[in-house]
């Protein structure tokens, strides 16, 4: 008997998975909204989410592997000691 397990539609795929992925991007304008109505600065974190947001729309794969990269920190020497106890997701030096 063989493993091979023949790709799934677009409309299967669709079937599958979009409904999660609609409560995601609904998930996201909420957030986005909030942060609208919130007062204070500039976040990195904010940043690289806007940043992401072309990436996606993109009609080709590759899609998270560009956005992983995108947050991610550039620099190829070690720094001495971390500034901060926890990972933030996003380089904060992205512009």
Known sequence: MSDYVPPRSREQVADLHFM???????????FLDRLDRAAGGDDH??????????LLLEKDEGRVARILTLWSD???????KADTKAASGVWPGLK
């Open 20 to 30: 999660d992925a609609r409560y995601k991007l609904l998930d996201l304008a909420a």
């Open 45 to 54: 974190r904010v940043r690289g989410l806007r940043a992401a947001l072309p």
């Open 74 to 80: 550039p620099s190829v020497t070690p720094i001495e």
